[in-house]
């Protein structure tokens, strides 16, 4: 029996039993509800209204502190002998690039075929909002974060929902925050091994394939697909082994670079046809309040550009705050204020460079995907690419590769430490699952199990409303921490040695 014939039966046999699970989950988490004509997934209203609560609870935080936010990452209010593993700089890198991927690339291209150019807007707005969200989550995670005695570091909403909740409700709010704990440690875990393992291997191969000869290529074997998939698995299981340091050092380079790469691209595209740009911004402008030919109008352009962003920057899910917890850092704000750049990455810019790239070259395949034509979104941004020239879909691949095996690297240290809350900190346990998701990074090669990667998308959505709910019980928690720190800066500017007595250790200095 081929391993071909073998793959096959495993996906057809996962497929069959879990098929009916994945839908009817599916059917729960994105219930949609009819309005104005379209059809709007509660589960997006309920990221979008969290962004618009937070905006307003914190008077615009993501606007009046961006600069404070920026000068926080290039290390200007560091502090001597902060506990914690990584700086600023390689904290937000190591959660951007769990963020920045595929979704930025293909998820992009099926919102402007589906909502018209106008979903640019509502994903820019949306965007906006998410990094209130991200603020107020992060700076939870580091706020109740856990520092074992090897000076390693634990964060995120398995620990913060148990601590802060019950430390603001007492034993009832203990109990409630346990059992929340161990659902978002399950949840997180599951998405981790399928949705930010196997499905991105499994796509990054598929890209490397089609520039590559296609099936009939030197990589469209299955012999081609094994070696691709163990190369990608041992990649991530080196850096993997070294930690969350060994992930941001690695991260702290590569997502500059990846992102440096594609947004270098998107400008070449921009400049070659930038006597169609005024036009472009024109039609994402208007589109947004005059869409022609998307079904619901303004409020069907508004859902798809809200919902592309909510399942890119990933703000209000709980992920990030697992890797921003092990930041060097006495003011649990200061990385909350950190944070509230990645969605600034991720969707006002990365996000809103290819949907401009794929308005302005306006590649056929776009125009036949708003016709109604199945198109993947990959293919549309690759032709896009290619209309300046005909080798930059090549470029693309490399951003593809890029972004996959950063965003395998983030989401294998957040599955760590979900698994670890779960089964404990042993080295038997750590290494029980360093070798099962390295597995997981060789099946992805080889596997689709399409149902299961729909399996987890659901489970992490589902973690939003678990978090969210926490997130508004703490938020108070939040507010006092943002004072503390507000209070340290005002300090710190007034005496530029404030908090660096010669005793304490030299910080990380990091140039952005």
């Not at 997180?188 to 499994?202: E, K, M, P, S, W």
């Not at 472009?280 to 303004?298: H, K, M, Y």
């Not at 360093?434 to 597995?439: D, L």
Request: charged residues 15%.
């Amino acid at each position: 029996m081929s391993l071909d014939s073998v793959t096959q039966s495993v996906d057809e046999a996962v497929s069959g039993f879990f098929e009916p699970i994945a839908k009817w989950l599916g059917e729960v988490v994105f219930y949609t509800v009819p309005v104005g004509g379209t059809d709007l997934p509660l589960i997006v209203a309920w990221l979008v209204v969290a962004g618009l609560v937070f905006t307003g609870w914190f008077g615009l935080v993501q606007l009046r502190r961006f600069k404070l936010a920026v000068d926080v990452v290039r290390g200007k209010y560091d502090e001597k002998g902060s506990t914690g593993e990584v700086n600023h700089f390689q904290a937000l890198t190591a959660a951007v690039s769990g963020t920045v991927g595929l979704g930025n690339i293909a998820g992009v291209a099926v919102a402007v075929s589906i909502g018209g150019p106008g979903a640019t807007f509502w994903m820019i707005l949306c965007g906006l909002l998410g990094m209130a969200t991200k603020f107020v989550e992060v700076t939870l995670g580091v706020k109740y974060r856990e520092v074992h005695p090897d000076g390693t570091v634990s964060g995120g909403p398995m620990h913060y929902l148990p601590k802060g909740l019950a430390e603001r409700f007492g034993k009832n709010g203990k109990v409630l925050g346990k059992v929340l704990a161990v659902l978002a440690s399950f949840l997180i875990l599951f998405f981790g091994l399928f949705g930010g393992n196997l499905f991105q291997v499994n796509q990054s191969y598929a890209q490397l394939v089609s520039v590559t000869g296609g099936e009939d290529g030197a990589l469209g074997s299955s012999a081609g697909a094994l070696f691709f998939g163990i190369l990608i698995a041992a990649l991530v299981g080196i850096v993997l082994l070294g930690g969350i340091r060994s992930i941001a050092n690695v991260t702290s380079r590569l997502v500059p670079a990846m992102a440096g790469i594609y947004v270098a691209a998107c400008l070449i595209v921009i400049v070659v046809n930038i006597t169609a740009v005024p036009d472009a911004v024109t039609s994402i402008v208007e589109g947004a309040f005059n869409p022609e030919g998307v079904a619901g109008g303004v409020l069907g352009a508004l859902i798809i550009g809200f919902k592309r962003a909510a399942f890119s920057n990933e703000a209000g899910l709980g992920s990030a705050p697992i890797a921003h917890s092990a930041v060097k850092t006495k003011h649990p704000a200061s990385e909350g204020l950190v944070a509230l750049l990645e969605p600034f990455i991720d969707t006002v810019v990365v996000c809103t460079m290819t949907a401009l790239a794929i308005v302005i070259a306006n590649p056929a395949s776009w125009g036949e995907a708003r016709a109604g034509e199945e198109i993947g979104g990959v293919t549309i941004t690759s032709d896009a690419f290619e209309t300046v020239l005909p080798w930059f879909p090549y470029v693309l691949t490399v951003a593809v590769l890029l972004f996959a095996v950063s965003t395998v690297l983030t989401w294998g240290y957040y599955g760590l430490k979900s698994w670890t809350y779960l089964f404990g900190r042993s080295r038997a346990s750590e290494v029980t699952y360093k070798v099962v998701y390295t597995v997981f990074a060789v099946a992805g090669s080889l596997l689709t199990l399409q149902t299961l990667i729909d399996m987890a998308d659901a489970f992490l959505f589902t973690l939003a409303v678990i978090n969210i709910i926490g997130l508004y019980l703490l938020a108070p928690v939040v507010k006092r921490e943002l004072g503390t720190f507000l209070e340290f800066v005002r300090a710190r500017n007034a005496d530029p040695n404030a908090g660096n007595g010669d005793d304490d250790q030299e910080p990380v200095k990091t140039t952005v």
